[in-house]
């Protein structure tokens, strides 16, 4: 079985400042990592996904996120936020291979101050 | 543009009724899923379908019911048995020869249940 866990269901940031957004995953099998970004009352649109090769995965709207398998982590991170960026966001998991089922952490909210 | 359809947007239903949402892609995207989300909690499966005539449930089948007769559409009906309807819903599809897992999402649709 697979699992995500999003450290932080809320997460307050002013603008320009950089954040982080924590993920920590669990499977006894290799994977692929997946960020989603939801903004109110619509559906979910891929940021970045993490396949293999370089850990280092650059999304849309100049986010990234790194993959430390030691850590089982894959955290999303921008270094200078803008008020569009205020949505939820979701870490998705799933094995590697065919068709696998994806499963989704809880979200976090990301929420710039002006 | 391709992309998937959801419908209604909104919806209200009394207690005791079945409701069927509407899911409809242009994407030839073989595999199509259905999600529930819910405050704090995620995106949880439903029921999803790799193939024409075929599917299969996922963690929270009970109280839905699906079919899969044409290849570009995947309806979703809330039955009375499903105790607590009241959620956002989410249709998603995958490309059958995608090996990333990789989901395009609608835009949702809100069930309120009174």
């Known amino acids: 079985a697979q699992s995500v866990t999003q450290l932080d269901s809320q997460v307050p940031v002013f603008e320009e400042a950089p954040v982080e957004l924590r993920c920590n995953y669990s499977s006894s099998v290799s994977v692929y990592l997946f960020w989603y970004v939801q903004y109110p009352n619509q559906g979910l649109q891929l940021l970045l996904k993490y396949l293999s090769g370089s850990t280092l995965v650059k999304g849309i709207n100049g986010f990234e996120a790194e993959f430390n398998k030691s850590q089982t982590s894959f955290h999303l991170r921008k270094p200078s936020v803008h008020i569009s960026d205020t949505a939820e966001y979701f870490c998705a998991v799933s094995r590697k291979g065919g068709y696998q089922k994806v499963t989704f952490g809880i979200g976090t909210k990301l929420q710039v101050i002006p | 543009d391709g992309g998937i359809t959801q419908s209604p947007k909104y919806l209200f239903r009394k207690e005791g009724q079945n409701v069927t949402l509407s899911c409809e892609q242009n994407l030839n995207h073989d595999a199509m899923y259905w999600y529930r989300q819910d405050p704090g909690q995620g995106l949880r499966l439903i029921y999803y379908?790799?193939?024409?005539?075929?599917?299969q449930k996922g963690d929270i089948a009970e109280g839905y019911s699906v079919s899969r007769e044409k290849k570009e559409s995947f309806p979703l009906t809330v039955t009375s048995a499903q105790k607590n309807p009241t959620a956002f819903y989410l249709c998603?599809?995958?490309?059958?020869?995608?090996?990333?897992?990789?989901?395009?999402f609608g835009a949702g649709s809100r069930l309120t249940v009174l």
């Open positions: 998603a599809s995958k490309a059958g020869d995608s090996g990333a897992n990789v989901l395009t």
């Open positions: 379908s790799q193939i024409v005539n075929d599917f």
